[in-house]
């Protein structure tokens, strides 16, 4: 892996860790609980009315804001760390592709 590719891989990765909390407060996932009005509210709706009335606690609804409110668990900060690296990485291949290298 070339120098370009390393410093895309890394940039994607820290970049999608850093800004994983701006992504959710914006969709409505907030300390505060659920934005009425907002995507996560949408979800919420629509997982309460597939599981008969209830939001489940092991649910990705649940979980996104599990994330909101109290920040990325360990284990959630290694999964979008590793989602950015792939992106970066991807990125990287498709400008090298561009650029014919």
Same mark, same amino acid.
């Given at each position: 892996?070339?120098?370009?590719?390393?410093?895309?891989?890394?940039?994607?990765?820290?970049?999608?860790?850093?800004?994983?909390?701006?992504?959710?407060?914006?969709?409505?996932?907030?300390?505060?609980?659920?934005?009425?009005?907002?995507?996560?509210?949408?979800?919420?709706?629509?997982?309460?009315?597939?599981?008969?009335?209830?939001?489940?606690?092991?649910?990705?609804?649940?979980?996104?804001?599990?994330?909101?409110?109290?920040?990325?668990?360990?284990?959630?900060?290694?999964?979008?760390?590793?989602?950015?690296?792939?992106?970066?990485?991807?990125?990287?291949?498709?400008? =090298?592709?561009?650029? =014919? =290298?």
């Amino acid at each position: 892996m070339d120098l370009c590719t390393t410093a895309a891989v890394v940039l994607g990765s820290a970049g999608a860790v850093a800004v994983a909390p701006a992504v959710l407060a914006a969709a409505g996932f907030t300390s505060a609980g659920i934005v009425a009005g907002s995507v996560a509210s949408a979800m919420m709706s629509t997982a309460a009315v597939a599981n008969g009335g209830g939001v489940a606690a092991t649910g990705m609804v649940a979980a996104l804001q599990s994330a909101g409110a109290a920040g990325l668990s360990g284990g959630a900060t290694a999964v979008v760390g590793a989602v950015g690296g792939a992106v970066g990485y991807m990125a990287s291949a498709a400008v =090298c592709v561009l650029d =014919c =290298c």
